[in-house]
T-cell receptor, first 113, second 111 residues
Framework: GNSVTQMEGPVTLSEEAFLTINCTYTATGYPSLFWYVQYPGEGLQLLLK?????DKGSNKGFEATYRKETTSFHLEKGSVQVSDSAVYFC????????????FGQGTRLTINP | SAVISQKPSRDICQRGTSLTIQCQVDSQVTMMFWYRQQPGQSLTLIAT?????????ESGFVIDKFPISRPNLTFSTLTVSNLSPEDSSIYLCSVGWGEAFFGQGTRLTVV
């Protein structure tokens, strides 16, 4: 089956710290991988994505690289800001077949000034 | 991209009653997805709604409890029936293939 395991939270950092949120996946096919973000009081929105091995998704200073050898898609940012405080979800989708989007458990990130 | 309007944004309901959530998309889409996000948890897919056919439910979700309508290619409703406190969650609709777009969610509290 298709599943996603995400780093347990919550995570609290100081502004300008380096961020890593780990995400690993299992899949019977070749999934596309996503990071979604949920800001306080808002719906989910796509942060970045990668559709094949070695692709790097990037947006708003965040990056994640699709690593087939380690089945990982870790989210990183070099210098976080208070405005990055949100819940982050890793997700995968097998484009063939069922097309279902499978989410990790979410990581709540709090950035202190 | 797609813009999804979901309503109500929140509601407080009595046990034993039902709540119907509406989802309107600004473009025609084949499939719409309904998710549940329980407090502090991740998103769980409830069902997939195709226009003109019965919804497909995931394991653990049944039509009697979560009836879905899909009258056209831009609209769907999810009803949560016979409410109990365990149904208190955020319910979200979603569309999209390679990239999913989500409504703002409906926060349901059952008292």
């Amino acid at each position: 089956g298709n599943s996603v395991t995400q780093m347990e939270g919550p995570v609290t950092l100081s502004e300008e710290a380096f961020l890593t949120i780990n995400c690993t996946y299992t899949a019977t096919g070749y999934p596309s991988l996503f990071w979604y973000v949920q800001y306080p009081g808002e719906g989910l929105q796509l942060l970045l994505k990668a559709t094949k091995a070695d692709d790097k998704g990037s947006n708003k200073g965040f990056e994640a690289t699709y690593r087939k050898e380690t089945t990982s898609f870790h989210l990183e940012k070099g210098s976080v800001q208070v405005s990055d405080s949100a819940v982050y979800f890793c997700a995968s989708r097998i484009i063939q077949g069922a097309q279902k989007l499978v989410f990790g458990q979410g990581t709540r990130l709090t950035i202190n000034p | 991209s797609a813009v999804i309007s979901q309503k109500p944004s929140r509601d407080i309901c009595q046990r034993g009653t039902s709540l119907t959530i509406q989802c309107q998309v600004d473009s025609q889409v084949t499939m719409m997805f309904w998710y549940r996000q329980q407090p502090g948890q991740s998103l769980t897919l409830i069902a997939t709604a195709n226009q003109g056919s019965e919804a497909t439910y995931e394991s653990g979700f049944v039509i009697d409890k979560f009836p879905i309508s899909r009258p056209n290619l831009t609209f769907s409703t999810l009803t949560v029936s016979n409410l109990s406190p365990e149904d208190s969650s955020i319910y979200l609709c979603s569309v999209g293939w390679g990239e999913a777009f989500f409504g703002q969610g409906t926060r349901l509290t059952v008292v």
